[in-house]
């Protein structure tokens, strides 16, 4: 498969799977197992894998764009992708033991699907130190932890989890298990009712003394740390991005649908015909969801080709794509009035989906911090 049968395989999977149910999965807390099916169907649970277990050995660019099509009909499905590969690339990269392989395989074949259980309730958004920690039991390590948010909790086949290190001495020295769903003392521990993203089943996990062997360890011991910055962290920040654009694209289309429906009988003009102001807004809401498009673009180029600046760039993108969508979808419920506040449109599902962007760690804030000890040469950690 090459990037454009990807992205358009995407397009068709929003079209027809996402879009129509999204408003009532919405409403009904509904994770869309048919929208994983699909995207598995299609290929795309394992398009960045490599062609030796069944993958296309696509990049950034095509992840990028299916995201942000996938989320511009509906961002829960988008975030559960975006879990799913982040997760997917975190187990492409461990020790190739039969396990790990089979897992791929099985991802590429598109009849598996993972994702990340790292925040937990001790540490909160600051998820590359988890309080939990591996204990030995022979070769196996056995694990207690309460993980604060899961998306696809319950229904993924898999969950890449972290913990400290059995010997690790500083926060940050942890190492990444893969868990397969329904390993005794593994349970989700409650519903998801979020604000937005309420389709993607981001509910707490614990696992309670819960047994892993040696060949699901995906990092070495105290490795855990170095692959959530190097693999998880540029692909979650250009993913997040993504979403964003996705909402913001979505926002600009309904917002510009309202303004050319909606009418002053009165007058005998639509509402955009009529005033200047919306016109206005409408187009800042444009020049913004350019602009972000214009920053994912650049972005990608840099995962494309690592320099110097490259994770300035991974820090940089997320932080403003948050605030972009927030922006953009804020603008959009004001345009579109009461339209919008009394859900007769999307638009208040892409306004609060758009919030959890700047929630989702690294958060708006801490990136903004890591950002601001870079460019003063002071370590991040
Ligand atoms: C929809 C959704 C899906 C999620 N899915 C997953 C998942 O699949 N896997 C997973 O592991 N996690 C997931 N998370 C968890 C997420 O990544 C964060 O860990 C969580 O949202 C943070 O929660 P908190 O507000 O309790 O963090 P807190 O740490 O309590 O943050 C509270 C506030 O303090 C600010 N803050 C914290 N530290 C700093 C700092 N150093 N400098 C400046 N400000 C700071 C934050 O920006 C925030 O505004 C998900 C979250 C959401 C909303």
């Known amino acids: 498969m090459d990037h454009e049968t990807a992205v358009s395989q995407a397009r ?4 027809r799977i996402l879009a129509p149910a999204a408003r009532q999965n919405d409403k009904d807390a509904r994770f869309s197992s048919e929208a994983v099916a699909a995207l ?4 795309l649970l394992g398009m960045m894998l490599p062609t030796e277990v069944g ?5 950034p660019r095509t992840l990028a764009a299916i995201i942000a099509t996938l989320a511009e009909a509906d961002a829960s499905a988008a975030m559960v992708y975006l879990m799913h590969m982040c997760a997917t690339a975190t187990i492409a990269a461990a020790r190739p033991g039969a396990a790990v392989v089979q897992t791929l395989k099985d991802i590429a074949a598109g009849q598996h699907l993972t994702t990340l259980a790292f925040s937990e309730a001790g540490s909160r958004s600051h998820f590359w130190a988890p309080v939990s920690r591996a204990i030995r039991s022979g070769t196996n390590v056995r694990i ?3 993980k604060s948010w899961v998306t696809s909790a319950g229904h993924a086949q898999s ?3 972290s913990a400290l290190a059995p010997e690790g001495k500083s926060p940050t020295d942890s190492t990444l298990y893969l868990f397969a769903a329904g390993a005794p003392g593994l349970s989700v ?3 998801w009712d979020g604000l937005g993203m309420r389709a993607n089943a981001s509910a707490p996990m614990i696992l309670e003394d819960a047994e892993v062997g040696s060949s699901l360890q995906l990092t070495d011991d105290g490795a855990g740390f170095k692959a959530m910055l190097e693999i998880v962290l540029p692909l979650f ?3 997040t991005s993504a979403v964003a654009l996705g909402l913001c694209r979505a926002a600009v289309a309904g917002t510009t649908a309202h303004l050319k429906s909606a009418r002053f009988e009165h007058l005998g003009q639509t509402l955009g015909e009529s005033l200047p102001t919306l016109r206005a807004q409408l187009a800042t809401m444009q020049i913004d969801t350019d602009g972000l498009a214009a920053r994912v673009d650049d972005l990608v180029g840099h995962l494309e080709r690592p320099r110097d600046t490259t994770m300035l760039r991974v820090l940089e993108c997320k932080a403003s794509a948050g605030d972009v969508a927030i922006g953009v979808t804020s603008a959009a419920m004001r345009v579109c009035g009461g339209a919008a506040f009394s859900k007769h449109l999307a638009i208040e599902r892409l306004f609060r989906d758009a919030h959890a962007g700047a929630v989702m760690a690294p958060t708006g804030d801490v990136l903004r911090e890591f950002i601001g000890k870079a460019v003063l040469g002071i370590p991040l950690f």
């Open 40 to 43: 598995g169907s299609a290929g």
């Open 189 to 191: 521990a409650g519903p």
């Open 55 to 59: 993958g296309s050995a696509l990049g």
């Open 159 to 161: 969950y890449v989890v």
């Open 237 to 239: 920040n250009l993913g």
């Open 144 to 146: 207690t932890a309460k």
């Open 12 to 15: 068709e999977i929003a079209d």
